[in-house]
């Protein structure tokens, strides 16, 4: 079974640029998520999607970043303009159950940023 | 709101011996889910382990098991018989129960396990 891809794996832009990230979940897994981990820290979930429609994104700092998954399948992320603060690494993850016992979220590598 | 709590500083094992990584939490939610993720050095958060509040038993996975004290809001996991692969970053993370509900991850605790 091919696990959740991302792409790119790193990228490095000046403040105010745009970036764009891209996500494909696990094959069948109805629920995606987009994590933003700063160095030292846990993953924070920025926004979460059932299918093609987002159930949660009370986190993502909507002036900047938008999110969208089209067809119910893979996902982009954008930052438009990036900010220094927003140095970090993205991770995408997928799960076939969005419930608590059933929930077992499968991660990609994630793309590390870097905003110069 | 919840909250998860890792304070160890990075901890070392010898390879072959048990280690014990703690885990702390608070939630409001009588229900709720906890959980442990490894993330190695390539940056992929891997799952470990899941407890559920009202599980009667801890959870066992293969060399993995949680230490689970509802009363103290403690689910510590228990790595047996180290091995070289297991040196990473591990996070405790916890959920309300419910459909559509966030993992709420700790800030992490590096595991060395020496040779």
């Known amino acids: 079974e091919a696990g959740v891809a991302q792409s790119p794996r790193y990228k490095i832009i000046e403040k105010r640029q745009s970036v764009a990230f891209w996500c494909n979940p696990i094959?069948?897994?109805?629920?995606l998520y987009w994590y933003q981990q700063i160095l030292g820290q846990g993953p924070k979930l920025l926004i979460q999607?059932?299918?093609?429609?987002?159930?949660?994104d009370s986190q993502l700092p909507k002036d900047r970043f938008s999110a969208e998954r089209l067809k119910g399948v893979d996902s982009t992320l954008k930052i438009q303009p990036a900010k220094l603060e927003d140095s970090a690494v993205y991770l995408c993850?997928?799960?076939?159950?969005?419930?608590?016992?059933?929930?077992?979220?499968?991660f990609g590598p994630g793309t590390r940023l870097t905003v110069l | 709101a919840q909250k998860i709590t890792q304070t160890q500083p990075g901890m070392f094992v010898q390879e072959k011996e048990a280690v014990t990584l703690d885990c702390t939490y608070d939630?409001?939610?009588?229900?709720?889910?906890l959980f442990w993720y490894k993330q190695p050095s390539s940056g992929e958060m891997i799952f470990l382990i899941y407890q559920g509040s009202y599980d009667q038993q801890n959870a066992t996975e293969g060399r993995y098991s949680l230490n689970f004290q509802k009363a103290r809001k403690s689910a510590n996991l228990v790595i047996s018989a180290s091995q070289l692969g297991d040196s990473a970053m591990y996070f405790c993370?916890?959920?309300?129960?419910?459909?559509?509900?966030?993992?709420?991850f700790g800030k992490g605790i590096t595991l060395s396990v020496r040779p």
């Open positions: 993370a916890v959920i309300q129960t419910g459909a559509n509900s966030k993992l709420t």
């Open positions: 939630t409001s939610d009588p229900s709720y889910g």
């Open positions: 993850a997928s799960s076939s159950s969005s419930g608590t016992s059933g929930r077992r979220e499968f």
């Open positions: 094959s069948g897994h109805a629920t």
């Open positions: 999607f059932q299918n093609n429609g987002v159930v949660d």
